[in-house]
């Protein structure tokens, strides 16, 4: 008689789990314009962006000095929301306040 004991060969199945992204990352600029009052952007970006006064500030005299400024950044739905209520802001006033979005790098 054989009384070497035999273990039963078994294999691991492994789950190949989903890989999940981020999802990317979109940023919402701030485009100067000469007409849209300082005191409007600001009141925007505090009102939109949950920004404070110094915040708001500092934002809108950057992109009155370079032209455009990032704002926030979001998903591309957030994002896109965001930037058009804060144009819509401007528009509703007769300012032609503008924010746009674009992917981040």
């Not at 989903?18 to 300082?38: A, G, Q, S």
């Not at 455009?68 to 300012?95: L, M």
Request: hydrophobic share 35%.
């Amino acid at each position: 008689m054989n009384n070497t004991v035999t273990t039963p060969k078994t294999r691991t199945k492994t789950k190949a789990e989903p890989k999940v992204e981020r999802p990317r990352l979109h940023k919402v600029i701030l485009i100067n314009d000469d007409y849209t009052p300082r005191e409007f952007v600001t009141m925007v970006l505090k009102a939109e962006f949950r920004m404070t006064e110094d915040q708001a500030y500092k934002v809108m005299i950057t992109a009155h000095k370079l032209g455009s400024c990032v704002v926030a950044v979001f998903t591309r739905d957030v994002a896109e929301t965001k930037a058009t209520r804060a144009t819509d802001a401007g528009r509703a006033k007769g300012y032609p306040l503008l924010f746009t979005t674009e992917p981040e790098e």
